[in-house]
């Protein structure tokens, strides 16, 4: 059977208060059709103990990489840092399909976002370095990112200003991910007499984005 994480990345959990989380449901009310014995986990990064790449991470895995030292000789917060890390990766590695539902804040993505991805950069466990340079090895997996923003980005001054999905698809693709296109909604908060529509135009998009991603299902590949 295969898995979908469903990785909400917003303060708000409830759904009548998320532009967000709506078309995330219109996303994963498709796919379910497509998919019905999908297993979906949902990951709400807030409500997670994510571990910051702090001093005891840094050197933690430094003396492990070069300096020689076993895992029982780190010290008891860099092993228990270093173990959850290596829990949310695999917990990450499980899955065959991702959705990020994510907001535009601040040119970016929420930083808790960013902290999650930090734990899922392991060499040799997610990308591996080679002559030609790093390589992904979550091959076979298919991610998509479906975000909001209060403004437009797709076109006009702001085009080089985002850096949310941009930076979200570069990782995906890193680790060996294959994208899909994006599901964005833009410009509800600075044209709030379009927001029903534009909406609903994103809900329609991420439906057709779930049956692309759904069909040829990934277990039945491998
Ligand atoms: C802290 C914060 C920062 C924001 N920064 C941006 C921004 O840089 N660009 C933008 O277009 N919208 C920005 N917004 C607006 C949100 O992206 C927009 O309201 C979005 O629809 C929120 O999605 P949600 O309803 O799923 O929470 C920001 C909102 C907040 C709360």
New binding site residues.
């Given amino acids: 059977m295969s898995k979908l994480l469903y990785i909400t990345v917003?303060p708000?959990k409830e759904i009548k208060?998320?532009?967000?989380?709506q078309i995330g449901e219109a996303f994963l009310e498709e796919f379910k059709k497509y998919q019905p014995n999908i297993e979906i986990e949902n990951m709400h990064l807030y409500d997670m103990e994510i571990p910051e790449i702090d001093m005891d991470l840094l050197y933690g895995r430094a003396k492990l990489s070069f300096m020689g030292y076993k895992f029982d000789q780190l010290t008891e917060q860099e092993q228990t840092k270093l173990t959850k890390m290596h829990e949310l990766a695999d917990r990450f590695i499980a899955a065959d399909y991702y959705v990020f539902?994510t907001?535009?804040?601040?040119?970016g993505s929420p930083s808790i976002l960013k902290a999650f991805l930090d734990n899922l950069f392991i060499v040799n466990k997610t990308f591996k370095n080679t002559e030609n340079g790093p390589d992904g090895l979550l091959k076979g997996k298919k991610g998509v990112h479906i975000q909001?923003?209060?403004?437009?980005?797709s076109s006009g001054p702001l085009v080089d200003f985002e850096f949310g999905d941009r930076f979200l698809r570069t990782a995906l693709g890193f680790l060996g991910i294959e994208v899909m296109d994006s599901v964005i909604?833009?410009g509800?908060?600075?044209f709030p007499k379009m927001a029903a529509e534009i909406i609903e135009k994103a809900k329609s998009k991420a439906v057709e984005t779930a049956r692309e991603m759904a069909k040829d299902p990934i277990s039945e590949k491998a």
């Fill in positions: 917003n708000k208060l998320s532009k967000g989380l539902v907001p535009l804040w601040n040119l909001t923003r209060g403004g437009i980005y909604a833009e509800m908060d600075h």
